[in-house]
């Protein structure tokens, strides 16, 4: 005999000593329910000891992370507690057995589907958790949806393999069918798939985020969205251009964000006629108009050297420094600089050089 049944037996043998007369679907009733009221304290317990102890110890850490699990975790994990609860007390009921193997189906198919919402639900806290910390919500929020609903689907997807194994359904015809049905979708959907696998490796391993100024090819400017399909950028020009992420991902991308400093090289030309004195002294004065002492943004010069002969001049080869990454700033110290250089030289009478030709005519008499 079971131990419901005697449970059952036992509660009609008290009623009947105080001459109540009941069937044994009374007793076991009065079974279930006692069986099902032990769980909900049992559950209500489990709920306090998160609320209490749990939620109180995730406080004190230094992430967020672990308080968003347990505040989302804590009331399926109540409703799990008390389904077991269900599926024990109704065990008992003998009106059940001829159907308790379709009652045992119904309940596992329920705990398994309530295992993979709390599944969901954890990784849809970690998903938003790491898009708060690490990218600083400078990605589309588009591609945190669609990486949650990815996961999402893949999780309900092996509950249901879980499912169709519980009821004991031969997975082989079925798994056949689901690799071939998603080999024909990879290769109808090659090219959105590729860019959504793009904007993935974008995002996680960010080689640009919005704000940005990046050069991709002939095309330059400022990063303004990231979607699962393309990224926008805002040209100099004004214009707005539209680049699949695969192709991102595939070419050369130069991010002048990454920048910490700039580095300037220009030349200029002195005439053929210039003095050597005077070449000599060149060095000295690019070098005291290029003092990071004078010019706020420039932090140092590296060199200034004659470097060749030229068609119609003789080159000077410059090379500095900005703590800066600010383009107009680094024009406005050039400029600075250029007007600082002309004005020196037409103090010391050093010409610059422009093109020229010298023709030579041989005259025969």
């Known amino acids: 005999m079971s131990l419901g049944a005697s449970l ?38 489990v709920y306090r000891i998160f609320e209490r102890y749990f939620t109180k110890w995730a406080k004190k850490t230094k992430t967020n992370l672990d308080d968003e699990i347990l505040a989302n975790i804590k009331k399926p994990i109540y409703f799990f507690v008390i389904l077991v609860g269900a599926y024990y007390g109704l065990e008992f009921l003998s009106i059940l057995e001829p159907y308790s193997t379709e009652v ?9 589907l309530l295992i993979a919402f709390i ?9 938003t958790w790491y898009g708060e910390k690490r990218a600083k919500k400078q990605m589309s929020e588009h591609i945190l949806f669609v990486l949650k609903k990815i996961i999402n689907a893949v999780v309900y997807l092996f509950a249901f393999l879980v499912i169709l194994a519980v009821l004991e359904i031969n997975l082989s015809g079925i798994v056949v069918g689901l690799g071939v049905g998603g080999i024909a979708i990879a290769f109808a959907l090659q090219n959105v798939l590729s860019d959504a696998f793009s904007a993935f490796s974008i995002y996680f391993d960010k080689p640009f985020e919005i704000g940005d100024y990046i050069v991709v090819g002939d095309h330059s400017g400022t990063v303004k969205k990231i979607g699962i399909k393309s990224t926008r950028v805002q040209l ?19 991010n002048f964000k990454k920048m910490r400093k700039r580095r300037i090289s220009f030349s200029f030309g002195v005439t053929y006629a210039t003095p050597t004195n005077k070449l000599k002294k060149i060095p000295d004065i690019i070098r005291d108009i290029i003092d990071g002492d004078k010019l706020e943004y420039v932090d140092k010069i590296d060199r200034v050297h004659f470097t060749e002969f030229g068609d119609f001049s003789l080159n000077f080869n410059i090379v500095y420094y900005l703590k800066t990454k600010d383009y107009a700033k680094y024009m406005d110290t050039q400029q600075e600089i250029n007007f600082a250089i002309k004005e020196a030289f037409e103090k010391e009478g050093i010409e610059m050089a422009f093109p020229t030709q010298t023709i030579f005519l041989n005259k025969e008499n």
């Open 104 to 112: 045992a189906f119904t309940f596992s198919i329920v705990e398994i």
């Open 119 to 127: 599944i969901t639900r954890v990784v849809n806290v970690v998903i």
């Open 8 to 45: 059952a037996e036992f509660f009609n043998e008290q009623l009947g000593k105080i001459g109540i007369d009941t069937s044994p679907l009374v007793g076991e009733i009065f079974v279930s329910i006692v069986i099902f009221a032990i769980f909900i304290i049992l559950g209500w317990i």
């Open 236 to 254: 100099l020009q004004g214009e707005e251009l539209v680049l699949s992420n695969s192709v991102l991902t595939t070419s050369s991308v130069r």
